[in-house]
């Protein structure tokens, strides 16, 4: 029969051992949680028209792109689906509303631009945007507006030869001036 020492120290190793399996099969338990714990990635839509989907600039220099980026750059989960589509409406916009804009979608960026004007349902644009806020709100998404106003305070510099679309950097600095709008609207959150 052991000694007691001898029983003492065989029980310490194994108290050890049986710790050490305790802990491991408590993190392989936990483990698979572990995502869960971790906040969803914001889900971001820019709906709009040639000035959201980057006319005439590569998809990574568009406005969109650039600003998950900067989400990325300040450690930052974000997606940033560009919903831009070249010579759009607010009518338009408001008809692919639903199929642009999915389920979890925290935000969406609404720059409406100038084409209702242009084609002559410029009396429209109002009710429109009204209704895709209504919408937006209904579904609990939070809606930032970028008007004419803000392209309008960009740089001329960085007016493409059309006077109408940007250029890379000036997309660059139309993300850098959105990001400060969306971080205030989903903190009201």
Same mark, same amino acid.
């Given at each position: 029969?052991?000694? @007691?020492? /001898?029983?003492?120290?065989?029980?310490?190793?194994?108290?050890?051992?049986?710790? =050490?399996?305790?802990?491991?099969?408590?993190?392989?338990?936990? $483990?698979?949680?572990?995502?869960? $714990?971790?906040? $969803? *990635?914001?889900?971001?839509?820019?709906?709009?028209?040639?000035?959201?989907?980057?006319?005439?600039?590569?998809?990574?220099?568009?406005?969109?792109?650039?600003?998950? $980026?900067? @989400?990325?750059?300040?450690? !930052?989960?974000?997606?940033?689906?560009?919903?831009?589509?070249?010579?759009? /409406? /607010?009518?338009?916009?408001?008809?692919?509303? &639903?199929?642009?804009?999915?389920?979890?979608?925290?935000?969406?960026?609404?720059?409406?631009?100038?084409? &209702?004007?242009?084609?002559?349902?410029?009396?429209?644009?109002?009710?429109?945007? /009204?209704?895709?806020?209504?919408?937006? &709100?209904?579904?609990?998404?939070?809606?930032?507006?970028?008007?004419? =106003?803000?392209?309008?305070?960009?740089?001329? =510099?960085? !007016?493409?030869?059309?006077?109408?679309?940007?250029?890379?950097?000036?997309?660059?600095?139309?993300?850098?001036?959105?990001? *400060?709008?969306?971080?205030?609207?989903?903190?009201?959150?």
């Amino acid at each position: 029969m052991p000694s @007691f020492a /001898t029983w003492l120290r065989r029980s310490r190793l194994m108290g050890g051992f049986l710790s =050490s399996v305790a802990a491991l099969v408590a993190l392989a338990t936990l $483990a698979p949680l572990a995502p869960l $714990a971790q906040p $969803a *990635p914001l889900r971001i839509v820019a709906l709009g028209a040639s000035n959201t989907a980057g006319w005439g600039v590569a998809p990574a220099e568009s406005y969109p792109a650039q600003l998950e $980026a900067l @989400f990325a750059a300040k450690g !930052l989960s974000a997606s940033v689906a560009n919903a831009g589509i070249p010579g759009d /409406t /607010t009518g338009g916009m408001l008809a692919r509303l &639903d199929r642009e804009v999915p389920a979890g979608t925290h935000l969406v960026i609404l720059q409406p631009g100038s084409n &209702d004007e242009r084609y002559g349902s410029g009396a429209e644009r109002t009710a429109n945007i /009204t209704e895709i806020g209504r919408r937006l &709100d209904s579904r609990g998404i939070k809606l930032v507006i970028i008007e004419n =106003s803000m392209l309008a305070e960009l740089p001329a =510099s960085e !007016l493409r030869e059309d006077g109408i679309h940007y250029t890379p950097r000036g997309y660059g600095l139309l993300a850098e001036r959105v990001l *400060p709008l969306i971080l205030a609207a989903l903190k009201a959150r």
